[in-house]
């Protein structure tokens, strides 16, 4: 499969993740963009960022977006809200070309709650973020923040492990602090966590309001293309019917074509890299 293309605009928009979580940020992007071609890269064998240091995640993210770059990206969007408190700075510095990131849904969550507690689920690194200390500045100061990290959640997520007992009982161990201070939103601060968004729906009741940022960012990325007129412009007897969809994993389990099926909701063509 070549993306190889002499219309700029034509080029793919490229998203990365430390593993499959992204793909729950890929799956807003290809619908409200559904002509654009489309490049995944998992980077499963060093996932989970969550406990990485800094420099550790921003040589993954300049590993990365050398590779989709080199693949003739048009645009990148880190997926991954742990990769995105790391690195996104020094990735504006280092490359010339369009890079949205993403945070957790504080904003939105502090004009949702009706009693003030919110709470937030993501990974170690996030929560230890300077962005997120900013974030927690800037929108919550008006409401109480209660913040749970997720240690091994991901991993579940990885294996394609969505409701086994194991998952479950990991998402009730996490979601017990939320529930005991009264929170009546919760903030799925990392792309991995909308993939169990029913599970955590079921543990937490059908009041309690859960959010994520996928379609935020999917306009933001949208409007970005059309701020830049870097959109496709779909020349249709030039591109194949149905946009490509192409991912890439670096995954060494036997079953990764069948997780990020399972995750895209269709067979997946993935490549190895
Ligand atoms: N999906 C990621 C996020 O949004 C990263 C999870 C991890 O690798 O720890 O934070």
Aim: hydrophobic content about 45%.
């Amino acid at each position: 499969m070549n993306f190889q293309t002499t219309q700029p605009n034509e080029r793919p928009i490229a998203v990365f993740d430390s593993g499959v979580g992204g793909i729950s940020v890929l799956k807003h992007i290809h619908a409200l963009l559904p002509n654009e071609q489309l490049l995944y890269v998992a980077d499963s064998k060093y996932a989970p960022y969550g406990n990485k240091t800094a420099q550790e995640i921003q040589s993954r993210c300049f590993e990365i977006a050398d590779f989709l770059i080199a693949k003739n990206a048009k645009a990148l969007v880190v997926a991954c809200n742990t990769a995105t408190a790391a690195a996104i700075d020094e990735m504006r510095l280092r490359y010339n070309l369009p890079i949205i990131g993403m945070e957790p849904a504080l904003k939105p969550a502090a004009a949702a709650t009706k009693n003030g507690i919110i709470g937030v689920l993501a990974t170690t690194g996030t929560l230890k973020s300077a962005q997120f200390a900013a974030l927690l500045e800037s929108y919550g100061r008006n409401v109480e923040v209660v913040t749970q990290a997720c240690v091994g959640l991901v991993e579940c997520i990885e294996r394609g492990e969505l409701n086994t007992s194991n998952t479950k009982n990991l998402i009730k161990q996490y979601c017990a602090p939320l529930l005991a201070e009264g929170a009546d939103t919760i903030v799925l601060g990392c792309t991995h966590y909308p993939f169990v968004r029913d599970v955590i729906a079921e543990i937490v009741g059908k009041e309690v309001i859960l959010i994520d940022t996928g379609a935020a960012v999917a306009n933001q990325l949208k409007n970005r293309l059309e701020l830049e007129n870097m959109q496709s412009v779909q020349l249709r007897d030039a591109l194949p019917k149905k946009p490509k969809v192409q991912f890439w994993t670096n995954s060494s389990a036997n079953n990764a074509k069948q997780v990020i099926s399972q995750l895209w909701g269709e067979s997946a063509d993935v490549l190895v890299f």
